[in-house]
């Protein structure tokens, strides 16, 4: 049982390229989220899926596009990358448990640095 | 819109003393989570500790509890017996209720130091 898995965990990007981040979870979660963290910052949301076929906007999205591929997965794609993009991002799941409100499980992150 | 705010942007503690990191939080709803992350140099969030807006009781998690205010919108994460290892930056974050998809709102953080 992996938990929340990302893909890959350290990329470096020249502005203007662009590329696809990836995240599985295998927890049968319905719900999936994308957040960036920079320094001296808490997390912000990108997108979420709260339900495979869906995706929403969260407090960040521009210059971001996220597809829930399956139940399982969900990317976050950056089409031309720019330097304000360089973060750490996270990708998480959250179950519909017992509690409505369950907690949220995250990734190891992946850390992008766009030149 | 949901806020939540964190005033201490570090703080240090002697091992094995307690320690209370501060939070509050704005919402207008009713019914609400409040969460502490804990994320060491590694990088990784931890989830440590969870309480719901209608709890009566505040929660508790080994050595960690959270001291609920619900009127004055305070959710302070209070570690006993500090530990070399507790040393990390830790998140105070707000569920609100937002058509079930419990989007976190996550504070700026504290930088907790252990001292030996």
């Known amino acids: 049982n992996a938990g929340v898995t990302q893909t890959p965990k350290f990329q470096v990007l020249k502005t203007g390229q662009s590329m696809t981040l990836q995240c599985a979870q295998d927890m049968n979660h319905n719900s999936m989220y994308w957040y960036r963290q920079d320094p001296g910052m808490g997390l912000r949301l990108i997108y979420y899926?709260?339900?495979?076929?869906?995706?929403d906007k969260g407090e960040v999205p521009n210059g971001y596009n996220v597809s829930r591929l399956n139940k399982r997965e969900f990317s976050l794609r950056l089409e031309s990358a720019a330097p304000s993009q360089t973060s750490v991002y996270f990708c998480?799941?959250?179950?519909?448990?017992?509690?409505?409100?369950?907690?949220?499980?995250f990734g190891p992150g992946t850390r992008l640095t766009v030149l | 819109a949901q806020k939540i705010t964190q005033t201490q942007p570090g703080m240090f503690v002697q091992e094995k003393e307690a320690v209370t990191l501060d939070c509050t939080y704005d919402t207008s709803d009713p019914s609400y989570g409040l969460f502490w992350y804990k994320q060491p140099s590694s990088g990784e969030m931890i989830f440590l500790i969870y309480q719901g807006s209608y709890d009566q009781q505040n929660a508790t998690e080994g050595r960690y509890s959270l001291n609920f205010q619900k009127a004055r919108k305070s959710a302070n994460l209070v570690i006993s017996a500090s530990q070399l290892g507790d040393s990390a930056m830790y998140f105070c974050?707000?569920?609100?209720?937002?058509?079930?998809?419990?989007?976190?709102?996550f504070g700026k953080g504290t930088k907790l130091t252990v001292n030996p």
């Open positions: 974050a707000m569920s609100p209720t937002q058509g079930g998809s419990e989007k976190l709102v």
């Open positions: 899926s709260a339900s495979e076929g869906t995706t």
């Open positions: 998480a799941s959250r179950g519909q448990g017992l509690s409505f409100f369950d907690t949220q499980y």
